[in-house]
């Protein structure tokens, strides 16, 4: 019986273990998708630039930005990789002009969100934001200052 006890026991940590690689391995996956479909994006908004004289378009509310469609796979913005999360084409114009592309993780009205177990969104809130900048001094949702938590993925 003692026997059978220590064998349950070593199979129960063993499992813990493969349990919480795994775990570790879906976060690292996600985070490198987000990645590739920013850097996607990035090629494809090159190409609409070249196409339409060095001009982004406009802003969109988690939309596609009109005219994008030919330019990325599908014509239409990828699912996000991390549950619930979607991505946000900003242009924000007036005196602190910034261009990203954002994945957001919460509802546009802020409710039902659900952040990444990373280290970068420990402090993340409704307007906190993973994204990737084009030009200007990006930030996590255009309502916040630059400080507000979010993680530039390629300001490091």
């Known amino acids: 019986m003692i026997e059978l006890l220590i064998v349950v026991a070593i199979i129960s940590v063993l499992l813990i273990l493969i349990i919480s690689s795994l775990s570790a391995s879906r976060r690292r996956v996600?985070?490198?998708?987000?990645?590739?479909e920013f850097r996607t994006f990035e090629t494809a908004m090159n190409f609409y630039l070249n196409e339409n004289g060095n001009t982004?378009?406009?802003d969109v509310s988690r939309n596609i930005p009109s005219?994008?469609?030919?330019?990325?796979?599908?014509?239409?913005?990828?699912?996000?990789p991390y549950a619930d999360s979607v991505y946000d084409w900003d242009n924000i114009t007036g005196s602190d002009p910034y261009i990203q592309i954002s994945l957001r993780f919460c509802e546009i009205d802020g409710s039902n969100c659900n952040f990444p177990d990373e280290p970068w969104a420990v402090d993340f809130d409704a307007q906190s934001s993973l994204y990737w900048c084009f030009e200007g001094e990006c930030r996590s949702h255009?309502?916040?200052p630059v400080s507000h938590p979010g993680y530039c993925v390629n300001c490091q």
């Open 30 to 36: 996600n985070f490198v998708r987000s990645v590739k």
């Open 56 to 58: 982004y378009p406009p």
């Open 67 to 80: 005219g994008m469609e030919e330019y990325l796979g599908g014509g239409e913005w990828p699912t996000g």
């Open 142 to 144: 255009p309502a916040r």
